[in-house]
Structure formats: C-alpha cells, structure tokens
C-alpha cells in the first residue's frame, strides 16, 4: 500500500551484487523505498520485520531459489498474499512461467533487464493492488455504516427483504437480531441454532469454526480494527453448505453497550444462485475466466466439481484460485466464497 510519503517499500533479492545495487539506484531514483537482500534466507529475515508493497526476486540463487522465497513468504505472512510477487529470471521456458505462476507470482521480468519496462511493471501492479484496498476499504466502511443503524425498527424490517441471512452479535457474543431469513434458517436447526442468545451449529466442527470467527471479528472490534472471516457450515443429514461471513464493527465513539460489534451474512440452503459474472468482474477486477471460475466456487464449493462444471483441469482451478485469492484479498477458500456471496449484497447495501 502507498506509504504516507507516497512512496512504496520495494525488496529487492539478487545474487549478483552489481545488478541487485543498479536495480535498487534505479527504484531510488524512480522515488521508491528500497530493501536489498543478496539471496533467500535474508530476503525472509527482512521479511520477519518488514512489509514491502512489492517483492522483485530473482529466481535462480543459492540456497532458497525464488520459488522458495515465494512459497515461505506466502506461508509465513500470509497477510501478505496480495503484496505482488515478481520474478526476476533469465529463464523463459513456458514451464518456469507456470511454475511460478501456481505458486502465486504475479509477473515476470526476463534478464537482461530493461529499465523502462521493469518500472512500468512495478507501477502497474502496485496501482493494481492499490484499487483493489481502495475498493476493499470503500466497501467495508459503507458496510459497517449501513449496520449501523440496524437497531432501527425499519433498517430491520428490511432486512426482511435479503435472501441471506444477517445476524447482528453483541460485545459479549450475544444474538442482537436475526432478520427473517436467519430466523428461518435457526428454526430449522440444522445448520445454525441458538443456545439462548448465544450463536452455535448443530455440526460440532462447524460449531469450533464459527466460534473462533465471531471471537476473532470480536476482538478487531474491541481493538477498532476491521476483520472479515469466512466460515463454511455443514450439515449432517445434507451434503450441502452455508457460506458464513463474519464481519467485525469496529466500536466508534458514543457507542454505548449493546451495540452491534459483528455482524454474521449466511447463505440460505438451497436458495443459493449462481453471482453474475460481470458483477464480480466489476467488484474484484477479474478476467472473465477468473470471474466464470469465482462464479462456479460459489455455486459448488468443491474445487473438483468446479472443474468438471468447467471442462478444464483442476490444476487450471487451482491456478484461477491463486488469483483469486490475491484479487480479492483473501487467503482461504471458505473466505473467497463466502465474500463472492456477500458482495452482491454490500452492492445492494450502498
């Protein structure tokens, strides 16, 4: 993200010293914030205390190659996953390309190096990244202002209109209100229920899930940061899910106790319709392949039926899903399909 002096922090991995110290004198001179690391193993001590906007790695050094940088940074910081990734590498074989491509590198830059183009390069992709945290924010803050007014008798009646089901959570973990379809899908009792005010499911690892997410979005809440987790929820007796969206509402000043500090959105069983592709490639910025693969996820959940829906390889779902995953942000599938069902609603919602 763009740093308050405008400038990006960008890490630099190269072996080879005299291209690695042009490399930085160039992003200097192009205004950026450099890190230099001479190989893997300091690119991640650096990555232990540090949070580049953007990695340039090149793929081929001693000890960890590129590719290992790649997989632990991803693994290690996973708050990381939309910091763009991209490969510095005298190799051009398609077979290297899509390596790094499964891994979750964003883009590719072939030595010897052209200035013009790697500068090019870069600010795309941290323009890129800078939209999608824009929209990201933009959406969460309209999200948690029209939750705002959900004590009013009227905001609840039309809660009654949406097919999902909304649940607002108390600062002690307690129902403060379920519009019609979260009371129906309570009643039923089989994927959600209720233990007094207190929210559960029926499916005990469905139950340890949904718990540790409202806890979590809790305590963003009491810490006034944002924090949205995706929770799938089974059924014993029906092989299929409901999507939960956990979002944290952060306390703002002259709250008061009893106001709403999570709220929950759950798919309904069986009411669940495929999102329009155009609209997620609106809302995420995706290609119309991420968009139609985005689409079948919601609809199925499983990566392997998705990928007979689509006629293509499941290591071609699982490429589409790295992407996926960085575009909007999440780093679960639970997550992604929990906010392409949201994120019609927090359209509805503005």
Do not use: W
């Not at 690892?205 to 979005?217: F, G, I, M």
């Not at 996820?297 to 996926?324: E, K, P």
């Amino acid at each position: 993200m763009t740093r308050a002096s405008d400038q990006s922090l960008i890490l630099v991995v190269e072996d080879e010293a005299a291209l690695c110290r042009d490399i930085v004198e160039e992003l200097q001179e192009a205004g950026y914030d450099t890190l230099a690391a001479a190989d893997g193993r300091q690119a991640l001590a650096l990555l232990e205390d540090a949070a580049p906007d953007l990695v340039l790695c090149d793929i081929t050094m001693p000890g960890l190659d590129g590719y290992e940088v790649l997989r632990e940074m991803r693994t290690r910081r996973p708050e990381l996953s939309a910091t763009p990734f991209v490969f510095l590498t005298a190799l051009s074989e398609p077979r290297e390309v899509i390596e790094g491509k499964l891994l979750g590198a964003d883009d590719y830059l072939v030595k010897p190096v052209d200035y013009d183009l790697m500068l090019a390069t870069l600010e795309a992709r941290l323009r890129q990244v800078n939209r999608i945290r824009t929209r990201h924010d933009t959406e969460v803050a309209q999200l948690r202002g029209a939750l705002g007014a959900f004590a009013d008798k009227g905001a609840a009646q039309a809660l009654d209109l949406i097919t999902l089901g909304v649940m607002l959570v108390d600062e002690k973990g307690k129902r403060l209100h379920a519009n019609r379809t979260a009371q129906e899908m309570i009643a039923a009792a089989e994927y959600i229920a209720l233990r007094g005010d207190d929210i559960g499911s029926p499916d005990p690892p469905s139950d340890r899930a949904l718990r540790n997410a409202v806890s979590k979005a809790l305590q963003a809440a009491r810490a006034e940061q944002e924090k949205v987790v995706g929770v799938m929820l089974h059924c014993a007796a029906d092989p299929r899910s409901v999507s939960a969206l956990v979002c944290a509402m952060p306390e703002r000043t002259g709250d008061t106790d009893g106001a709403a500090r999570v709220a929950l959105f759950l798919s309904a069983p069986g009411a669940r319709q495929r999102v329009p592709e155009p609209l997620l490639m609106d809302l995420f910025n995706l290609t119309p392949t991420e968009a139609r693969v985005a689409a079948a996820l919601a609809s199925s959940t499983r990566a392997a039926d998705v990928a007979v829906d689509l006629g293509v390889s499941q290591t071609t779902i699982a490429f589409h899903m790295r992407n996926l995953f960085q575009k909007t942000d999440t780093n679960r599938q639970a997550d992604l399909i929990a906010l392409i069902l949201a994120g019609p609603m927090m359209i509805k919602s503005e």
